[in-house]
Structures are given as structure tokens and as C-alpha cells.
């Protein structure tokens, strides 16, 4: 089976984004701040590595099958 990498944008910017995000989550489900806890956890679902990853694939897949 082939292998698969991810190329990220220079620089640290996305896994410190994505590290302070996990930060501010688990800040305000402590804080009881669920409503907020939820919103943030939608947006980074949409914006993290991991998504950008599933999203490498579903393109590399779409291209393969068609």
C-alpha cells in the first residue's frame, strides 16, 4: 500500500495552533464554559492538522477512483 505525506506550511504556526486550541478546550470545559468549549471544538474539528490530513486523502481517493 502506498504511503501517503502531509505537507505542512513552513513554520510551527499549525501545531501551535492546534496544541493552544487543546489548551483553551480543556480551559473552559473546566470554566463549565460548554457552549464556548463546543463552538471552539467545531471550529478546530474544520481547521486542525488532522483535518487537513482527512482532507488529503479524500482528494488523493477522488483522484485514484475517477
Known amino acids: ?3 501517503l505525506g502531509l505537507e505542512l506550511p ?3 504556526e499549525p501545531r ?5 486550541e487543546h489548551h ?8 463549565g464554559r ?8 467545531r471550529g478546530h ?3 486542525s492538522l488532522t483535518a487537513s490530513a482527512i ?3 479524500e482528494e ?3 483522484v485514484r477512483v475517477t
Open 1 to 3: 500500500m502506498p504511503r
Open 60 to 62: 488523493r481517493e477522488s
Open 24 to 31: 483553551q478546550l480543556v480551559a473552559l470545559i473546566v470554566d
Open 55 to 57: 482532507s488529503a486523502l
Open 34 to 41: 460548554a457552549a464556548e468549549a463546543g463552538q471552539l471544538m
Open 45 to 47: 474539528f474544520t481547521h
Open 10 to 12: 513552513p513554520g510551527d
Open 16 to 20: 501551535t495552533r492546534d496544541l493552544g
